[in-house]
């Protein structure tokens, strides 16, 4: 009888050893797994925050052009009022008093007052 419970107990052992090491490679996968892991989230955030910066920048520059865009079609607007109309258009003032008119025939005319 107790050659039986030896084996009993041999055998468990047995089966303890091997599930031990089974988890202790399990483990080790997953640990390896996760740290490759890491390191792709790693690298595709440095990605987004690159294209991120590009974004912010052509936005930037978008902004910018639309503003020029406003500006050149704000001034053909006033150039073909004056146009039509045969007077002078203001286009701007300046901060020191310099006006500049849009004239009919298409020229500028600068004066200070």
Same mark, same amino acid.
């Given at each position: 009888?107790?050659?039986?419970?030896?084996?009993?107990?041999?055998?468990?052992?047995? =089966?303890?050893?091997?599930?031990?090491? *089974?988890? *202790? *490679?399990? &483990?080790?996968?997953?640990?390896?797994?996760?740290?490759?892991? $890491? /390191?792709?989230?790693? +690298?595709? $955030?440095? /990605?987004?925050?690159? +294209? $991120? +910066?590009?974004? *912010?920048?052509?936005?930037?520059?978008?902004?910018?052009?639309?503003?020029?865009?406003?500006?050149?079609?704000?001034?053909? &607007?006033?150039?073909?009022?004056? /146009?039509?109309?045969?007077?002078?258009?203001?286009?701007?003032?300046?901060?020191?008093?310099?006006?500049?008119? =849009?004239?009919? $025939?298409?020229?500028?005319?600068?004066?200070?007052?």
């Amino acid at each position: 009888m107790a050659n039986w419970t030896l084996k009993i107990y041999m055998g468990l052992t047995w =089966a303890s050893t091997l599930c031990a090491l *089974v988890s *202790v *490679v399990w &483990a080790l996968d997953k640990h390896f797994y996760a740290k490759e892991l $890491h /390191q792709q989230m790693a +690298e595709v $955030h440095a /990605q987004a925050t690159a +294209e $991120h +910066e590009k974004m *912010v920048a052509l936005m930037a520059r978008n902004r910018e052009l639309n503003s020029r865009l406003a500006e050149y079609q704000r001034r053909d &607007a006033v150039r073909l009022k004056a /146009q039509q109309t045969g007077e002078a258009q203001l286009l701007e003032t300046q901060d020191n008093g310099i006006k500049v008119m =849009a004239q009919p $025939h298409g020229g500028v005319r600068i004066t200070s007052q």
